[in-house]
């Protein structure tokens, strides 16, 4: 495991007993886009990756681990393309939410254990007003890592136990100061349920990107 929970890079690689050299090329890419900042390039590489995984083993079920990671690595740039997008552009950023949580759903139907896309999951359902769902998440992520500080604190955020990150109020100052948090309607569930009732997602929670050092590119950010 990395520092951030997903799977390293040699055992993604052979998890499946095959080399995979162009997909290879295309994560590296993507991975080299995503520290760049470049968050669209991210998102298309991640995918060519895994179209060309597709193609080149057959069974879907096959290189799981590499399979997970590219996944919620593409959900780790749409969760940041969605920082990009006007606050006005509410559907576009719900539907970037949205698409980050079925990959990690699909990366965790892979890899079960996956403390990384838990996480990122979780951020994702807290930002379409899944709060209950988001705090499951993180629940399940502790039992398996108890001592992750960035999942503890995003709990006790999302419990209302603690104060908003250095981070987030980095990221609200980095925009013109404080805001409070933006009505954003909560997406509607695909099992035609009613969604919860927390209707307010503020669109300022992720980190702002300033570079490729900074906040928003450390830990549960990098690829």
């Not at 495991?1 to 997903?6: I, K, L, N, V, Y």
């Not at 403390?115 to 705090?135: C, M, N, Q, S, V």
């Not at 509607?188 to 900074?214: I, M, Q, Y």
Request: proline share 7%; glycine share 6%.
């Amino acid at each position: 495991m990395d520092a951030s929970g997903g799977a390293s890079e040699s055992r993604n690689e052979s998890d499946s007993g095959v080399a995979h050299p162009e997909v290879t090329r295309l994560k590296q890419e993507a991975g080299e886009a995503y520290r760049a900042c470049e968050y669209a390039v991210a998102q298309e590489r991640y995918t060519a990756a895994l179209d060309m995984l597709d193609e080149t083993v057959r069974d879907a079920r096959a290189a799981p681990l590499l399979r997970a990671a590219l996944l919620v690595n593409r959900a780790m740039a749409q969760l940041q393309m969605r920082t990009q997008c006007d606050s006005r552009r509410a559907r576009e950023r719900n539907e970037l939410a949205t698409l980050s949580v079925a990959d990690c759903t699909a990366a965790l139907e892979l890899h079960p254990s996956g403390t990384k896309a838990l996480y990122h999951r979780a951020r994702a359902r807290d930002l379409l007003g899944w709060r209950d769902e988001a705090i499951t998440d993180l629940q399940r992520l502790l039992k398996t890592a108890p001592n992750n500080p960035t999942a503890r604190r995003l709990l006790e955020q999302l419990s209302g136990d603690a104060p908003p990150s250095p981070t987030a109020r980095a990221a609200r100052s980095a925009v013109g100061g404080a805001r409070s948090p933006v009505a954003v309607a909560p997406m509607a569930r695909a099992d035609g349920g009613a969604p919860p009732p927390h209707a307010l997602a503020d669109p300022l929670s992720l980190p702002v990107c300033r570079g490729v050092s900074c906040s928003g590119c450390l830990l549960y950010t990098s690829p």
